[in-house]
Each structure stands twice: as C-alpha cells, then as structure tokens.
C-alpha cells in the first residue's frame, strides 16, 4: 500500500511540473514565438542564451532589481505571479530553442 501511495505522490508530482512552453505563450508578443525578436525593439534577443543566464535575468526582473533597456516595470508586471519552479522552467525551454 505504501508503494502505491508514493508512486501516486511522486506522479501527482510530475503532472504538477511548471510546463516553459506554456509558459511562455504571453512572452511571444514581445519577444516572438522563438524569442528571435527585440522585445519592443529596445531589449536584447533572449534565443541563444543560456538557461542560467535566462532565470537570472526572471529572477532579477521579479525582485526589481533589473531594468535592462527601461523594460523593468514591464517585464517585473509579466513575471511577477511566476514561481521559481515556472522561472527555471521557462528559462530551460528557451534555453532549448534551436
């Protein structure tokens, strides 16, 4: 019984996973479907980047602490409800984007 009660744990688990793709289906208008675009043609293009570098900037915006090219407000609004399981899911599947 308490293999079936962890095995069903650990999958709840997995369902619960933050999805990056979904994610970041609001991030598209600014910075296109595969994050090619500068965002309002004043931010750095994000494709190539890695995911460290991607999560830090999340993280950085969320805390208000970035303004990179005056996009901190707009940006901090956008991640604001994101947690850190959603910011490192969104940064590994950009990171991922070929």
């Given at each position: 019984?308490?293999?079936?009660?962890?095995?069903?744990?650990?999958?709840?688990?997995?369902?619960?996973?933050?999805?990056?793709?979904?994610?970041t289906a609001?991030?598209?208008?600014?910075?296109?479907?595969?994050?090619?675009?500068?965002?309002?043609?004043?931010?750095?293009?994000?494709k190539g980047?890695?995911?460290?570098?991607?999560?830090?900037?999340?993280?950085?915006?969320?805390?208000?602490?970035?303004?990179?090219?005056?996009?901190?407000?707009?940006?901090?609004?956008?991640?604001?409800?994101?947690?850190?399981?959603?910011?490192?899911?969104?940064?590994?599947?950009?990171?991922?984007?070929?």
């Amino acid at each position: 019984m308490k293999k079936i009660a962890l095995a069903m744990l650990f999958a709840g688990v997995s369902l619960m996973a933050a999805d990056g793709k979904a994610l970041t289906a609001k991030c598209a208008a600014c910075h296109g479907a595969s994050f090619e675009k500068a965002a309002l043609g004043k931010s750095g293009i994000v494709k190539g980047q890695t995911a460290a570098v991607i999560e830090t900037s999340l993280k950085a915006y969320k805390a208000g602490t970035q303004n990179k090219a005056g996009m901190g407000a707009l940006m901090k609004g956008q991640v604001a409800s994101m947690s850190d399981a959603d910011i490192k899911a969104v940064a590994t599947y950009v990171a991922g984007i070929k």
